[in-house]
């Protein structure tokens, strides 16, 4: 089916380790976003990617490292993982132009010990 | 930044019954988005609506830019219609909107 792919679905990380969230989307689309969401506190962007070749910080970037590979898949990194990074992240994807809602992935439940 | 205020957080219905959801924000915006997230987490887009009004089925969705606010209607609600319902706003710079989400109206319908 087409849409937006995330994998793992779940992960259980020790502080200090390290890790790559992946996501692919086979829609063509350009802009590809990372959210993370914590309880009670809505989705909050960490990157996105506008297009192939850019990225760009959102409103909580740090800790984070992202990797938009081609145009279909963008990548997030946890270089050392910290349990304020314990979340669900979202990733999603949108076209060129306006008009166009966002494209859910189903998520990555991660957990920091 | 832009401030997404969503009222009211938590709403129980009888199957059946109908609601309005409302979205509150702070700044003028060219992208508003409505979404549902079900029981099970996933994210499903209802409306792309940064201004007018829209209908699918049971659900419409109004939005009044010039005052900042929008409204989703949900009529004869089913139990389905349960899960958490987010308000996201935006501006596009080049070919991205970034968008900034509110906290959410959770909804449970009941039998």
């Known amino acids: 089916n087409a849409g937006v792919t995330q994998t793992p679905k779940f992960q259980v990380l020790k502080t200090g380790q390290s890790m790559t969230l992946q996501c692919a989307q086979d829609?063509?689309?350009?802009?590809m976003y990372w959210y993370r969401q914590d309880p009670g506190m809505g989705l909050r962007l960490i990157y996105y990617s506008a297009s192939e070749g850019t990225t760009d910080k959102g409103e909580v970037p740090n800790g984070y490292n992202v990797s938009r590979l081609n145009k279909r898949e963008f990548s997030l990194r946890l270089e050392s993982a910290a349990p304020s990074q314990t979340s669900v992240y979202f990733c999603?994807?949108?076209?060129?132009?306006?008009?166009?809602?966002?494209?859910f992935g189903s998520g990555t439940r991660l957990t920091v010990v | 930044g832009i401030q997404v205020e969503q009222s009211p957080p938590d709403l129980i219905l009888q199957e059946g019954a109908n609601s309005t959801l409302r979205c509150n924000f702070s700044?003028?915006?060219?992208?508003l988005q409505w979404f549902h997230q079900n029981p099970w987490g996933q994210l499903i887009n209802l409306f792309y609506i940064p201004s007018g009004t829209k209908q699918n089925g049971r659900l419409s969705a109004t939005t009044v830019a010039t005052e900042r606010y929008s409204l989703l209607y949900i009529s004869s609600s089913q139990t389905t219609d349960s899960g958490v319902y987010f308000c996201a706003v935006g501006a596009y710079t080049g070919t991205a909107s970034k968008l900034t989400f509110g906290t959410g109206t959770r909804l449970q319908v009941t039998l």
């Open positions: 999603a994807s949108t076209t060129r132009g306006r008009g166009y809602g966002y494209t």
């Open positions: 829609m063509n689309h350009n802009s």
């Open positions: 700044d003028s915006v060219n992208n």
